[in-house]
């Protein structure tokens, strides 16, 4: 039996030791190979796809925000660009309100309004302390501080208008932000000038004017940085300025 075995098999080779074979299983298994390149392809691809999809529903603007959705987080980062950070938490912090939306447009906003109520509450100073001095160069330099108030508020009030826009209108464009930066300085302009002019005449009320415009003065150039850094705060928090 064993002999009629080995008669069989004589002459018969594995072919998987065929050497006449190999070009075939070689292609073979580069035919498998290529496919299962592919398949990872695809799937990194499609996995990609769908990332990307869903990063740019979630910011329609294409930009990863730098910053916290956290109001009072989003407003230290805004006030850090300027020179008197408390100042400017502080006084936006008074007008702030938890359901708005805490991007660098509002609370620019609300640093004007700031700015615009506290002008306002000292530009009635120079009228009250001309009655209570008989200097004529204060007096006149006074009257010099009426008018300058008043050219300072129409600025910011000028400045403000800008931001209130209708449905679908950009609050912020880069000939906005260039318009209220001058008038912005202006209005510093005019405050300078009024202490300026009391300091010329030698005044003797040009302290009490000077600490009682110092809020208005470091709201004033608190309102100017954030626009000066409007492009950079903007990209921080994932948006583009127009």
């Known amino acids: 039996m064993e002999s009629i075995n080995l008669v069989k098999g004589y002459g018969k080779v594995n072919p998987s030791e065929d050497p006449a074979s190999l070009p075939t299983r070689r292609a073979a298994q580069k035919r498998r190979l290529t496919i299962a390149l592919s398949l990872t392809l695809f799937l990194t691809l499609l996995i990609c796809a769908l990332v990307g999809a869903f990063i740019h529903a979630s910011n329609p603007e294409g930009r990863t925000p730098l910053v916290s ?58 009228k009250t302390l001309i009655s209570k001095v ?35 209108e950009d609050a912020l464009t880069v000939m906005k932000v260039k318009n209220m930066q001058t008038w912005v300085s202006a209005a510093m302009t005019d405050q300078d000038t009024c202490l300026e002019g009391l300091n010329e005449m030698g005044s003797p ?11 208005a003065k470091e709201y004033m150039s608190n309102t100017l940085a954030i626009l000066s850094n409007m492009p950079s705060l903007l990209q921080k928090f994932g948006i583009t300025m127009h």
């Open 134 to 168: 008989n200097d004529p160069g204060t007096v006149s330099a006074l009257k010099d501080c009426i008018s300058l108030f008043d050219d300072a508020l129409s600025q910011l009030n000028q400045s403000a208008e800008l931001l209130n826009v209708g449905p679908g």
């Open 69 to 126: 959705s956290n109001s009072a987080d989003s407003l230290k980062t805004v006030c850090a660009v300027t020179q008197h950070p408390g100042s400017c938490f502080d006084s936006i912090s008074s007008l702030n309100s938890s359901a708005s939306k805490p991007d660098p447009e509002h609370f620019l906003n609300l640093s004007l309004q700031a700015t615009v109520r506290e002008l306002t509450n000292v530009s009635s100073l120079p």
């Open 205 to 215: 009320l040009l302290g009490e004017v000077k600490a009682r415009v110092q809020n």
